[in-house]
T-cell receptor, first 110, second 113 residues
Framework: GIQVEQSPPDLILQEGANSTLRCNFS?????LQWFHQNPWGQLINLFY???GTKQNGRLSATTVATERYSLLYISSSQTTDSGVYFC????????????FGKGTKLTVNP | NAGVTQTPKFQVLKTGQSMTLQCAQD?????MYWYRQDPGMGLRLIYY???????DKGEVPNGYNVSRLNKREFSLRLESAAPSQTSVYFC????????????FGEGSRLTVL
């Protein structure tokens, strides 16, 4: 079954709007992380968040490990927030693989 | 700290040529990964190495070989390049043992003509 699932697949916002991206993960996955891939292709670490809540400027993330989901909040979005947001986790028990969701493509219009 | 360093950043090959992508990390991480990303798609795991001396296949291993030379270095080799291997390749590392933050290299853009 799907180990890491992200929603929505696409999101279009006006500058200044807020948004929430969701990542559901299966029992065999842990150590959630969020990444931003900018339009130049670079993968940038946003949050390493196995559980709890973290904030960094306009971005924050919450992982509820017992309910197998993580949320990424973007407030007062800017055009530079555009790109693809990925969540990923480590598989547990046996081979240790990093599995990714398919990403949420965010477009922030001026 | 340089983090994760990949070379080369760009490469153009002809069908049938061989090449090796190099990856090195200076964070004393145990686990290293090679991914490919095709236009408009997510990341697909080619091979990974959970520790020095071990390697395992990922989702799309066909046409590739890997070598975990030591704890720092994890190379990806294309023995006979095909146009279907045109992609952006990312190396990544994590402290491992089922924990740790993942770090990516900047990517290597490979075109096979």
């Amino acid at each position: 079954g799907i180990q890491v699932e992200q929603s929505p697949p696409d999101l279009i916002l006006q500058e200044g709007a807020n948004s929430t991206l969701r990542c559901n993960f299966s029992d065999s996955v842990n150590n959630l992380q969020w990444f931003h891939q900018n339009p130049w292709g670079q993968l940038i670490n946003l949050f390493y968040i196995p559980s709890g809540t973290k904030q960094n400027g306009r971005l924050s993330a919450t992982t509820v490990a017992t309910e197998r989901y993580s949320l990424l909040y973007i407030s007062s979005s800017q055009t530079t927030d555009s790109g693809v947001y990925f969540c990923a986790g480590l598989t547990q028990g046996g081979s240790e693989k990093l599995v990714f969701g398919k990403g949420t493509k965010l477009t922030v219009n001026p | 700290n340089a983090g994760v360093t990949q070379t080369p950043k760009f490469q153009v090959l002809k069908t049938g040529q061989s090449m090796t992508l190099q990856c090195a990390q200076d964070m004393n991480h145990n686990s290293m990964y090679w991914y490919r990303q095709d236009p408009g798609m997510g990341l697909r795991l080619i091979y990974y190495s959970a520790s020095e001396g071990t390697t395992d296949k990922g989702e799309v291993p066909n046409g590739y070989n890997v070598s975990r030379l030591n704890k720092r270095e994890f190379s990806l080799r294309l023995e006979s390049a095909a146009p279907s291997q045109t992609s952006v390749y990312f190396c990544a590392s994590i402290r491992g043992r089922y924990t740790g933050e993942l770090f990516f290299g900047e990517g290597s853009r490979l075109t096979v003509l």
